[in-house]
Every structure is written in C-alpha cells, then in structure tokens.
C-alpha cells in the first residue's frame, strides 16, 4: 500500500481543520455560558432560530439551526419535556409540526442576551468588526459553492 501524502494539504494549511479550530476558539465563551444553565449548543440555537423566526415547521429549524432533522426530532422532545418550546399540527399539512418557543424559553434566551452580546462584542474587538464581516460574507459564499460540481482546478496543492 503507498503512502502519497503529496497529494494532502498539511493539516496545518487544511481548510476543514481550520474551519474546526475557529468553531472551537468562537464557541468556548459560549459553551462557558451555556454550561451555567446545563443547555446544550444544540438546544441554544433551535431556541434562538425560533425566537428570532417565529413559529416554524421542523424542517426549518433543522436547516436554520444546522441540525439533522432525526437528531432535531429527537432535541425537540426533550426541549417540549423541559417546557422550553410546544409543538402542535400545521394547519395545511398535519403531518407537519409547528415549533413555537415558551415563555420559559424566551426566558432564558433574554436571560442569555446580555453574556452573548457581550462575548460577541469581545470577539468584534479582538478580530476587528470588518474582518468578521467579512469573514462572513466568505463563509456564506463557500456554503453556497456545489462542491459536488467538477470544478476548474487552474492552481495545484489545494486538497483538503
């Protein structure tokens, strides 16, 4: 069996590596903030999206919130059990649930507000407000790109 690491992009220089290094540097204030209330990232961002949306069809929130819907199914039960959210039939479809947030929900995202804010500020500081934004705008752009596409390769020594 060969070994051609030639062909790879030193971990160091590897965009998927990258982009995990800069979620866990970005997340771990958050995470500290989460811990205190014992709700998971998870739960935090289905909060957020249907605080911020409204009521809304599961799938929505799945890809709003960047969760598998059979793992979202399964955060939903728990979240209705612990009172943060109810899920009741759609009027069209009643095969489809709709997700409102609680009051206790709400609750704890205004509770969370001020710290989130504030950890975002910070990071604003430290990276520069223009560069976040750009780095959004970057990142947006990559999640729209059809990587399944066959693309035009005109520089070599990009491989993930």
Not at 2 to 21: E, G, V, Y
Not at 84 to 94: A, Q
Request: hydrophobic share 35%.
């Amino acid at each position: 069996m060969t070994n051609d690491r030639s062909k790879l992009t030193q971990t160091a220089r590897s965009l998927p590596i990258a982009l995990l290094r800069a979620r866990e540097t970005v997340m771990g204030p958050y995470r500290e903030m989460l811990s205190e209330t014992g709700i998971s990232e998870q739960k935090w961002r289905v909060l957020r999206v249907v605080s911020e949306s409204g009521p809304m069809e599961q799938t929505a929130i799945a890809s709003a919130a960047c969760l598998m819907l059979p793992s979202l199914t399964r955060i939903l039960s728990a979240m209705e059990k612990d009172g943060l959210l109810t899920r009741h039939p759609g009027t069209k479809d009643r095969r489809k649930s709709i997700v409102t947030i609680s009051t206790k929900g709400q609750t704890l995202i205004n509770d969370h507000a001020a710290r989130s804010a504030e950890i975002t500020q910070q990071l604003h500081a430290r990276f520069g407000s223009d560069r976040i934004s750009q780095l959004l705008d970057l990142l947006e752009d990559l999640k729209d790109a059809d990587l399944t596409a066959t693309p035009d390769i005109t520089t070599k020594g990009h491989t993930p």
